[in-house]
């Protein structure tokens, strides 16, 4: 087991040294080509920006507003129908746009029911089992200058709800 730990600890440092070695073997300027590739990355967060900020400002607004809880309350009332506890729908609405805010909406979940719990166990699974769509969507088609999504909003979507489902499936393999 101990050469698992040995293993990723120096995995990343002979990845970067691999790629240094390559490139200078091969005849490539490496620092140039790394202070370009820097470059490049600060302008992209630059233009990332301001999306970065109206998201957070967006998730901030729901759940002061206590708009997030009223839409829960709504929506939950037919997830419990279906297997998936009420309390969570806040979680997965807030992970849609924010992976950092739904971890601060866990953390209080993990406070109020346990992290052993049937939800707290649900809660975990979900936050792996999803991403954050509209996130993700917004940074990469305005990286890309892509001006219609086409199909993209609604596979994100299906794919959200089998990551949820498949959240709730193994939340109950588990506490079998």
Known sequence: MNILVYISDYMIPFLVLSIVIYGVLSGVNVYDTFIRGAKKGFLTVIRLMPTLIGLM???GILR?????????????????????PGELVPLTV?????????????????????????????????LCCTETIFYTMSV?????????SRYT??????????????????????QS
């Not at 953390?107 to 699974?125: K, V």
């Not at 990469?140 to 219609?148: D, E, G, L, P």
């Not at 909003?153 to 588990?174: N, P, R």
């Open 153 to 174: 909003l609604a596979g994100a979507l299906l794919a959200t709800f089998a990551g949820l489902a498949a959240s709730v499936f193994l939340a109950g393999f588990v």
């Open 140 to 148: 990469y088609f305005m990286t890309a200058k892509v001006r219609h």
């Open 57 to 59: 400002a967006a998730v």
């Open 94 to 126: 807030v992970k849609m746009f924010s992976s950092s805010a739904a971890t601060g909406l866990l953390l209080d979940i993990y406070r109020e029911f346990g992290t052993d719990s049937r939800i707290g166990l649900i809660a975990s699974l979900s």
């Open 64 to 84: 002061g507003s206590g708009f997030l809880d009223f839409i829960a309350s709504i929506i939950g009332r037919f997830s419990d129908l279906i297997g998936f």
